[in-house]
């Protein structure tokens, strides 16, 4: 009887250790973006980290903002970047991206974040902002913007 027991302790502690690590996983990938995202978004950003952040994405990933034109494909958004960079744009105002709450699924994380900006070397923070990344494979295959 303890025997069974135990074996049952053990099973159901594999389980939730392996639901954590995939959340944990994703969580990890979510984090990894917004610390590119705000490498790239400083002065002086080079294109391999453009192409480090798009590492995390997989070949058929989809950016959805449907107030900034509405879906964009991984080439798309790449050559955004890519131009982005090259005129300038990318100057360092945006300081960091700060996380305030995470919702974790199954493929799915959801968080609300803010932008902290820099001008004249005062920091504020924006106005709290919705995103869902969407996972496929451990890749990020979509983003979809709620603001």
Same mark, same amino acid.
């Given at each position: !009887?303890?025997i069974? @027991? =135990? ?12 639901? !954590?690590?995939h959340?944990?996983?994703l969580?990890?990938?979510? $984090? &990894?973006? @917004? ?7 400083q002065?002086?950003?080079?294109q391999? #980290?453009? #192409?480090? +952040?798009?590492? +995390?994405?997989?070949e058929d @990933?989809?950016?959805l903002?449907? $107030?900034?034109?509405g =879906?964009?494909?991984? %080439? #798309?958004?790449y #050559?955004?970047?890519i131009?982005?960079? %090259?005129?300038g744009r990318? $100057? ?6 700060k ?6 699924? +199954?493929?799915?994380?959801?968080? &609300? ?7 004249d070397?005062?920091?504020s &923070?924006?106005?709290?902002? !919705? =995103?869902?990344f ?10 979809? &913007?709620?603001?």
């Open positions: !009887m303890k069974k @027991f =135990t074996l049952l302790l053990i099973l159901i502690s594999s389980v939730s250790h392996a639901q !954590m690590t959340q944990d996983s969580n990890s990938v979510v $984090n &990894e973006y @917004f610390r590119l995202n705000v490498k790239v978004f002065s002086g950003s080079s391999s #980290d453009i #192409d480090s +952040l798009f590492s +995390l994405f997989s @990933f989809t950016y903002h449907p $107030n900034y034109g =879906t964009y494909s991984r %080439k #798309d958004l #050559d955004g970047y131009n982005n960079q %090259k005129n990318y $100057n360092g105002r945006v300081a960091d991206i996380v305030t709450n995470r919702i974790s699924g +199954l493929n799915a994380v959801s968080v &609300e974040k803010r932008f902290v900006t820099r001008k070397d005062t920091l &923070e924006g106005e709290p902002q !919705m =995103t869902l969407e996972f496929r494979d451990g890749k990020i295959y979509r983003i979809h &913007e709620f603001w």
